[in-house]
């Protein structure tokens, strides 16, 4: 053992090893001495191998890093097997300097190189072991793209990718037929479609150039084409019926061999002409002893007996036909004989009842990775495994459901290829796809255990990321390690990107999450990892996910993070006491308004009552004024009749002077009644207005003489001016003439004695001229203005200024002492 100890390593069952330069060392505690395993770098290229770190995986193998290469020490065989890296190869390491290695929980293991960064292997990816041709491998086809598999007795796998080759398993020696690209004829030289090992060992090979019968005990080899009695050059399928007949199949043709009089016996099963499209890619024989074939038009179904052949197609008017006319391969279910699974180019897997002849298929909405299905493989757990275009699916009939796998689980590559697939009778199964061939023990494929952790991993403001640099006011440690976080209502767009913690396949693993308090279901995020909201309003949330492992195993508990959003100031406690008192203040000056409307409502109708009571005293009183009128009127009239006979035959002038006293007044007496009957009219609204042509100046001076005795007796002087001596206007003459009365009996009425009333008449507006009249005079002057005014004065005590708002109140009466009587005045109101 070298004396310089580079790591240290206590394996599970407590053997601790020590990693030197030239390789592991076990040490032996009963002896207390050490055992070397050394390495090829032991003295070649010394130190290249120097042991830098240890671990062990699930096969107790010891996994160490060195400068030189990966080292895989087996302490049972106690071999090293090496790692190196690859130029051509991306799935190898990056570089052969290593530094560190570990393994997660997961059982990943992480390798550290100097300077090239990180590699990464998951020993679950090698669910399906592959095999792909040795790259040093001489021969003139440079892929390696499989089209049949077969297995046969002795455990050596057939495989046809453009040349046949067969494979040892066990020694892992690949033996090719290939010869010459000039010989195209010879036996394994050139690509075939399907292989048959026959019960008495000889293995048939259905390609390009036609069928070929092969004896591996002598080698010996014999060639069937249209030469030796086959309809067409290219045999698509081989295929081996209940009774050991051999049947091959061409483009149009379906043959039996027989063997005894080395003839073919011919049945056409399709009439399309010749072409290099695989027309024939499955056969299966029932129970009764009928075919059925895979074709590129349909499934059909021959009876030998009769010849006769009948085709299921798409029928796109009925959902119960198959789903697409191109089928690829024909699988009998296990459980039930009366059922055939079929594999289509684009319409997913059928399922075929044959008692009902009805079809049912299983799409890509079902579950199914890929709609073009190669091949079909029964496992004795009840499930179908399904190549197609995408990866390999484990369908499950009974529950319907489907178990993707793809490149990521260890496939050659996701895409396989038609005819390249077989079931051994242990049970092994072999897919061929582009890349090479995966082979497996159904029962040995088992899901990732391992329940991932789950980390929220960053948040995002507006769609940009934060940090405790970038925004310290939310995030004062990384957003993994916190439990709660307050936002402010202006942060209405916000993120969380979060992972679940498996990297056996990241881009697989499963994400479910919800905002508690807003989302009322959880949301089904799939592969994406980063869940966005707009608009929270404000208040206390969490923010919760869910994550899987890339098959699908949960961590129910997932992680969690509390967000507190803040109320804007409008929506603050302060705020909202605010508003309250605004709106009890509100409802207050509401019903202060209600009250003053409803008070002043109820006033208007008290004084609407009011208004009517004395409108109804008012008609009573014009009624009783009208009444009485009446019956003073006929009294006068009888009063008025003597006087005017007294008058006529009273020669004494004294006599017929104080006789025309009497009629005046008498008449005076009945221009009263007859203007309360006027008021009575007026108050009625039916008080008409007559207006006539006059002259003015004569009807006031008319008026102005009927005072003129009483001016005498009372020792007032009466006087008349006018600054024209005649004004034509349209008036009412009754109407003005009980104005100017009440006018000047009030004027007289409280003027003293010695004292003067006078009345003027003037043009208000100055435009007087000469204007023809109805009498024909020229010369009369009339108005042409807008107004006459007439104005009587007195020196009598006058009206206060205080009284003048009531001159046109009925019975409204100043103080004695006051010049005021209103009691005549509704005639000149009106």
């Known amino acids: ?140 086809i440079d892929r390696f793209s499989i089209t049949a598999i077969m297995q046969d007795r002795q455990g050596n796998v057939w495989i046809s990718a453009d040349v046949l080759y067969r494979w040892n398993p066990r020694t892992g020696e690949l ?57 067409e050059k290219m045999a698509f399928q081989v295929y081996q019926d209940r009774q050991n007949h051999i049947w091959v199949g061409t483009e149009n043709y379906f043959s039996r061999y027989d063997a005894k009089t080395n003839r073919f016996r011919h049945h056409r099963f399709r009439q399309n002409p010749p072409s290099r499209f695989m027309s024939l890619t499955d056969v299966y024989q029932d129970k009764s002893g009928t075919f059925w074939l895979a074709t590129d038009d349909g499934l059909a179904h021959f009876k030998p007996a009769t010849g006769d052949i009948r085709y299921f197609r798409h029928d796109p008017a009925n959902v119960r036909s198959l789903s697409n006319n191109v089928v690829l391969c024909i699988t009998p279910d296990p459980g039930d004989a009366n059922i055939l699974w079929l594999g289509t180019a684009g319409g997913g897997v059928n399922r075929f009842d044959l008692r009902e002849e009805r079809f049912r298929a299983y799409t890509e909405s079902h579950g199914l990775p890929n709609n073009v299905v190669y091949a079909a493989l029964p496992d004795k757990a009840g499930n179908f495994w399904l190549s197609t275009n995408n990866g390999l699916s484990r369908f499950n009939p009974v529950a319907e459901t489907f178990r993707n796998f793809d490149v990521s689980d260890g496939l050659q590559s996701n895409e396989f290829n038609t005819g390249a697939y077989f079931l051994s009778r242990s049970g092994e199964m072999f897919f061929g796809g582009i890349m090479g061939l995966n082979y497996f023990y159904p029962e040995n494929i088992v899901d990732n255990p391992h329940v991932p952790r789950v980390a929220i991993t960053g948040m995002r403001l507006f769609n940009q990321p934060i940090s405790p640099q970038s925004h310290p006011e ?140 004395l409108r109804e005293l008012d008609q009573l009183k014009s009624q009783f004024f009208a009444n009485i009128s009446h019956e003073f009127r006929t009294p006068l009239t009888l009063i008025l009749g003597p006087i005017q006979q007294l008058m006529e035959k009273q020669p004494d002038e004294a006599a017929k002077h104080s006789l025309r006293m009497m009629q005046r007044n008498a008449t005076r007496l009945l221009g009263l009644i007859n203007q309360l009957l006027d008021l009575a009219k007026l108050d009625a609204g039916k008080m008409e207005i007559r207006v006539v042509q006059a002259d003015f100046i004569p009807f006031l001076q008319g008026i102005f003489r009927t005072y003129q005795s009483m001016a005498n007796i009372k020792g007032v002087e009466l006087t008349f001016e006018s600054n024209r001596p005649a004004i034509f206007l349209y008036f009412e003459r009754d109407k003005l003439e009980k104005v100017f009365h009440n006018l000047l009996a009030n004027a007289l009425k409280f003027t003293p004695e010695g004292g003067r009333v006078s009345v003027a008449v003037a043009v208000a507006v100055a435009g007087a001229g000469p204007v023809a009249m109805a009498g024909g005079d020229e010369n009369v002057e009339a108005v042409s203005g807008s107004a006459i005014e007439v104005t009587i004065t007195d020196t009598g005590p006058g009206i206060p200024a205080k009284q003048l708002p009531f001159i046109f109140d009925r019975f409204y009466r100043a103080n004695e002492q006051e010049h005021f009587d209103p009691l005549n005045k509704p005639a000149a109101e009106k």
């Open 1 to 140: 053992m070298d004396a310089s100890i580079t790591s240290l390593f206590q394996s599970r069952d407590s053997t601790l090893w020590a990693g030197t330069v030239s390789g592991v060392n076990r040490f032996r505690r009963e002896t207390g001495r050490f055992q070397g395993f050394p390495h090829h770098f032991r003295t070649y290229r010394r130190g290249w191998g120097d042991i830098r770190q240890t671990i062990e995986d699930d096969k107790g193998h010891l996994w160490l890093a060195t400068p030189g290469e990966l080292m895989i020490f087996d302490p049972a065989q106690q071999t090293y097997r090496s790692i190196r890296s690859e130029k051509m190869n991306p799935l190898s390491l990056n570089s052969n300097y290593l530094t560190r290695i570990m393994r997660d929980r997961s059982g990943v293991i992480w390798i550290g190189t100097n300077g090239y960064g990180l590699n990464l292997h998951d020993p679950k990816a090698e669910r399906f072991l592959t095999y792909r041709r040795p790259r040093n491998f001489t021969s003139r």
């Open 175 to 231: 033996k090719s037929f290939e010869t010459d690209s000039n010989h195209p004829q010879d036996f394994g030289n050139t690509g075939s479609w399907s292989l048959l090992q026959d019960r008495d060992g000889l293995i048939w090979v259905a390609g390009f150039e036609g069928l070929y019968r092969y004896d591996p005990a002598s080698g010996q080899v014999r060639h069937f084409d249209r030469d030796s009695g086959l309809k």
């Open 474 to 613: 939310i995030l004062d440690t990384l957003i993994t390690y916190k439990k709660r976080v307050k936002l402010s209502y202006r942060d209405n767009v916000i993120g969380f990107e979060f992972a679940a913690l498996d990297y056996s396949a990241p881009s697989r693993n499963q994400f479910t999450y919800r905002m508690w308090g807003f989302d009322d279901r959880w949301i089904e995020a799939g592969g994406e990892r980063i869940a966005t909201y707009t608009n929270l309003p404000a208040g206390d949330y969490i923010f919760q996910v869910k994550g899987s492992n890339n098959d699908g195993v949960w961590n129910e508990k997932g992680a969690h993070l509390a967000i507190h959003i803040k109320n804007p100031p409008w929506k603050t406690p302060w705020a909202y006491a605010l508003y309250i008192l605004v709106g009890l203040g509100l409802l207050y000056g509401i019903r202060r308004y209600e009250m003053n409307r409803i008070f002043l409502k109820n006033r208007l109708q008290i004084e609407q009552v009011a208004g009517a009571k």
